[in-house]
């Protein structure tokens, strides 16, 4: 594999471009109130990133190289935010929106700079992650060891094995001290999703946030996440992608 780029999955490689460089900061802001002797922040932001890419491409003739270059154009002139994936990053993608092209004419060469948004500054893993576990105990106890380097808002599907007219659901990711409570009656073979990362509970597709308190659990990567479910019998699905900072 030629150390490129695929957008819009586009395999850029197939014309001629390979990326000969390339710089992905990670950056933080903070807003500061400053005082006379001291300052004090809240919690620092993260903010857009501009993945920059030191790019040439090459070709056999001028003809070729030109064509090529317009095809290269003609992809990456998008209004909207689509996948990017490196060759050198394959596990995962960012959601980028393309910013800038320049760069020279050097006989059959072009070489230049491809400069891409992200309003979201974070990558997320290629791969979707999905994790079943049977509770067999009260509470139930999962062990969940996400990647990545950033906090993972995942989905717990609980897919329920009993009937319960008045159901205390709780699920705890103990080692953040995150949880969140759903009350109200479930069936057998009902499922309660909730989403971290929409903050939204579901009971069987419909909404069903009346009863939902607590705050809402993620994952932290590289570490072992103790979850304990709580008032529940049945299988309990994480799904998530690992997300990189």
């Not at 090459?58 to 064509?67: D, E, G, I, N, S």
């Not at 209004?79 to 960012?94: A, G, N, P, V």
Request: charged share 20%; aromatic share 10%; net charge negative.
């Amino acid at each position: 594999m030629s150390n490129s780029f695929t957008y819009r999955g586009y395999d850029m490689s197939a014309y001629g471009l390979i990326v000969k460089s390339r710089e992905i900061p990670m950056q933080h802001d903070i807003d500061a109130l400053n005082l006379h002797y001291r300052a004090f922040a809240t919690d620092s932001k993260i903010i857009p990133k501009t993945i920059s890419l030191s790019v040439a491409v090459t070709a056999a003739t001028v003809v070729t190289l030109k064509t090529n270059l317009d095809t290269i154009k003609r992809i990456l002139n998008t209004q909207t935010d689509e996948t990017l994936i490196l060759d050198s990053l394959t596990d995962r993608y960012w959601k980028a929106r393309f910013k800038n092209l320049s760069g020279v004419f050097k006989v059959l060469t072009f070489d230049g700079n491809v400069e891409f948004l992200c309003l979201d500054p974070y990558a997320y893993g290629t791969s979707l992650i999905s994790n079943d576990y049977d509770d067999a105990a009260e509470p139930a106890t999962i062990n969940e060891t996400p990647g990545g380097t950033a906090l993972i808002e995942p989905i717990f599907t609980l897919t329920s094995s009993v009937d319960d007219g008045a159901a205390d659901i709780k699920v705890n990711n103990t080692t953040l001290g995150m949880e969140i409570e759903w009350t109200g009656a479930i069936t057998i073979g009902a499922k309660l999703e909730i989403d971290s990362s929409l903050w939204h509970v579901s009971l069987d597709g419909v909404a069903s946030m009346a009863t939902v308190s607590g705050q809402w659990p993620v994952l932290s990567p590289g570490v072992v996440n103790i979850i304990e479910v709580y008032g529940f019998t049945g299988n309990v699905n994480i799904l998530y992608r690992n997300k990189y900072a």
